[in-house]
């Protein structure tokens, strides 16, 4: 018997959007306050004195950005929480003994983290639209890009939530590594307003590479050419992967 | 002999250079009750772990309902329902919730009839759409037995099935054991109590630190595990054992201060009776008796010296 056990994948896609529906409330509710806050600083005190970045207004601007900032970390904190959970209750052993691939289980609590988070990413682009009017030039790249970044962290988040041996890891790598690398990814401004030598060292930020692709969807220009940052969002993904299957071969810190 | 599980030179040393098991072989037939009897520690539960998927084996093969459980893991895995020793729930979830969602882990469709059944019979219906941080320990337990079953496994592993459970639960617990039985599914169990496996099990194996010291039918063994010494404090010290007690077998200790007397504490009817009465016609007088079950442990470190003598 080598078949597809869809019907797991979608017990544990199904389980996993049930935890999303018991905090439909704060899950949603905080990105869109967070995002409300972020148009008052930064839209109207900042975009007051500074009209426009490379011909697009600034609230509309840092849209992109923001939309990012949030899904980075909702994609991190959901996959690492949905496979951190079972782990730290000890409910895992139904997984481990479940005739379930290492395919199937990263399939169900990715997409379902990645789930989540492009919803998360659409509510927030909603929200912003109550600020700036904004155009968007390329929808279907936007839409597909938001997947791809949502599925990329999410695989990101998994590695995390494996690796975790408490709720403090857990935490550790988003607050510590991904917010800042998305402060200074140029989420709020464009690297062309940096000093030259400062535009060389955050060229290195691969947040930089996402950011810019994603910005590109929206306005047609930006930093880097967006076949680069599509093919760092992949790279990014592919490694994710690598990492990911090695956990599962040697069974990292899931079995002994 | 048609065989449920099929453990071959089965290893496991940990990552901390513990050896959980030295070469284990174990065939287990469809559809008996099989009792893995240990003390804490032995490797009851890193041997089924193993077999379930939780651990990967150091070395050796394993089988289960013919299928390997490294390279046919699906179909090795789906025919296996697992109770865990510990707790593990979702605190969040309903009963009703949680038990659909193992049937669904393990590739089955819903059926929403064999849920129903299933927690009527673990008496967790009238809790279905409680969660399950509301039950009590021991509705905890039904709940898992319900997850472990939900799938329709062809073999069902209990690991110390009954640590920490009250009597309510034991006698349901035993009566369900043997209703699954009656319709074809293999039990395997583990725990540390002599009486668990003198209750439940048709044939019991025996492991400490590691290694399966013997695999037997329970009425052979417990014949050779419920021996029982009868000491009596003497009255008098004895020089040696006086001709009128010769029939029996008995030992003298303690300077001649005590008399030891080792019976069968299971056999129909023995002679500890007529002992003390044939005592009392010899005029030995005994202040204080007792007597004593050799403890798990000494059976086995007995066992062990058995096995090393024989080789």
Known sequence: ?256 | MSLAVSITDLTKTYASGHVALKPVTLDIAKGEIFALLGPNGAGKTTLISIVCGLVTPSGGKVTVEGHDIARQYRAARTAIGLVPQELHTDSFETVLATVSFSRGLFGKPRNPALIEQLLRDLSLWDKRDAKIQELSGGMKRRVMIAKALSHEPQILFLDEPTAGVDVELRRDMWALVRRLRDTGVTIVLTTHYIEEAEEMADRVGIISKGELILVEDKAALMTKLGRKTLTLSLAEPLGDIPAALAAWPLTLHDDGHALQYEFDATADHNDVSALLRALDAAGIGFKDLNTAQSSLEDIFVSLVHDRKDAA
């Open chain 1, 1 to 256: 018997m080598t078949r597809f056990n869809a019907q797991g994948v979608w017990a544990i896609y199904t389980f996993e959007l049930a935890r999303f529906r018991r905090t439909l409330l704060t899950g949603l509710l905080t990105p869109v306050i967070t995002t409300s806050l972020y148009f008052v600083v930064f839209g109207s005190a900042i975009g007051s004195r500074m009209t426009e970045v490379g011909g697009v207004p600034y609230g509309a601007f840092i849209i992109p950005g923001l939309i990012m900032l949030s899904m980075f970390t909702e994609s991190i904190f959901n996959a690492s929480f949905g496979i951190y959970m079972p782990k730290w209750s000890g409910t895992i052993y139904e997984l481990l003994s479940a005739p379930i691939s290492s395919t199937e289980t990263v399939l169900a609590y990715v997409g379902a983290a990645a789930t989540k988070s492009t919803l998360l990413g659409l509510v927030i682009l909603a929200t912003s639209t109550l600020f700036v009017r904004i155009e968007i030039a390329h929808p279907v790249a936007m839409l597909a890009f938001m997947l791809l970044i949502a599925v990329t962290f999410s695989l990101f988040g998994f590695i995390i939530g494996i690796w975790a041996k408490s709720f403090e890891q857990l935490q550790i790598i988003p607050l510590l590594v991904v917010t800042p690398m998305t402060f200074l990814g140029g989420a709020f401004y464009s690297i062309d307003m940096l000093p030259p030598a400062w535009r060389t060292v955050t060229l290195f930020n691969p947040v930089i590479y996402l950011i810019s692709g994603f910005r590109w969807t929206f306005f047609g220009t930006a930093d880097v050419g967006f076949a680069v940052s599509l093919a760092a969002t992949i790279g990014f993904a592919a490694l994710c992967l690598v990492v990911i299957a090695w956990m599962f071969r040697t069974g990292y810190r899931l079995k002994s």
